[in-house]
């Protein structure tokens, strides 16, 4: 999940570009972070993690109908999320996802800026 603060004048109705830049270079970096997160998990389970990507953002307008898939990355309205999140099917059992997030604290340390 990443979240980007847009202009409220900016708007993508056709999923290529956000203003002027490619949709590419907004995406690119949560697509490299994510693949990161699932190698790390991968690393510290022992089996392939997926991972999606989602883009939340916030003042930009994007389409009514929700959201924009580009290059396999959920872009929507920050206001969203949770319906979004709510309405994907579970894949993992309640001690599958407790193994997971122990592994996540272990192998992605919290960020403490000095």
Same mark, same amino acid.
């Given at each position: 999940?990443?979240s %980007? %603060?847009?202009?409220?004048?900016?708007?993508?109705?056709?999923? @290529?570009?956000?203003?002027?830049?490619?949709i590419? #270079?907004v995406?690119?970096?949560v697509?490299?972070?994510? @693949?990161?997160?699932?190698?790390?998990?991968r690393?510290?389970?022992?089996? *392939? +993690?997926?991972?999606?990507? +989602? +883009?939340?953002?916030?003042?930009?307008?994007l /389409?009514?109908?929700g959201?924009?898939?580009?290059?396999?990355?959920?872009?929507?309205?920050?206001?969203? +999320?949770?319906?979004?999140?709510?309405?994907? /099917? @579970? #894949?993992?059992?309640?001690?599958?996802?407790?193994m997971?997030?122990?592994?996540?604290?272990?192998?992605?340390?919290?960020?403490? *800026?000095?």
């Amino acid at each position: 999940m990443d979240s %980007k %603060k847009w202009h409220r004048r900016t708007h993508d109705q056709t999923g @290529r570009g956000h203003a002027r830049t490619p949709i590419a #270079k907004v995406v690119g970096p949560v697509v490299f972070e994510a @693949r990161a997160v699932a190698e790390a998990l991968r690393r510290a389970t022992g089996r *392939p +993690v997926d991972v999606v990507t +989602v +883009v939340a953002v916030h003042g930009g307008r994007l /389409p009514r109908w929700g959201a924009i898939n580009a290059g396999g990355t959920t872009i929507l309205r920050a206001s969203r +999320v949770h319906g979004w999140i709510a309405r994907r /099917p @579970r #894949k993992c059992a309640a001690e599958e996802v407790a193994m997971m997030a122990a592994a996540a604290e272990q192998a992605l340390p919290a960020y403490v *800026p000095q």
